[in-house]
């Protein structure tokens, strides 16, 4: 069984800066990409940003330039850096990977809990 662990959420005034962390846990062989994803009130699930096991990373265009996705492959850990915060940027954000299952090899995609990010003033 595999669990992602999300934290770093709470509320934060527009301009301000917030860092999520999602750490995986349990019978991972290997991850080949970790990403967060975040579902505003009312609306759909949408793509953040998503980073490969080498690195490469992808971002939605709203946030381009202002949040920084970056992992850590040793720990099954990928963080968010979120700066100049906007109030439209208020969402539960949620960790998703792409795991690789030990001992069967299967991929699976996994899901965290989700961490709800609150900008406003």
């Known amino acids: 069984q595999v669990q992602l662990v999300e934290s770093g959420g709470g509320l934060v005034q527009p301009g301000g800066s917030l860092r999520l962390s999602c750490a995986a846990s349990?019978?991972?062989?290997?991850?080949?990409?970790m990403g967060w994803y975040r579902q505003a009130p009312g609306k759909q699930r949408e793509l953040v940003a998503t980073?490969?096991?080498?690195?490469?990373?992808n971002y939605a265009d709203s946030v381009k330039g202002r949040f920084t996705i970056s992992g850590d492959n040793a720990k099954n850990t990928v963080y968010l850096q979120m700066v100049s915060l906007k109030t439209e940027d208020t969402a539960v954000y949620y960790c998703?990977?792409?795991?690789?299952?030990?001992?069967?090899?299967?991929?699976?995609?996994?899901w965290g809990q989700g961490t709800l990010v609150t900008v406003s003033s």
């Open positions: 980073i490969t096991s080498g690195g490469s990373t």
């Open positions: 998703n990977a792409d795991v690789i299952i030990a001992i069967t090899h299967r991929y699976l995609e996994v």
């Open positions: 349990g019978s991972i062989l290997g991850i080949s990409a």
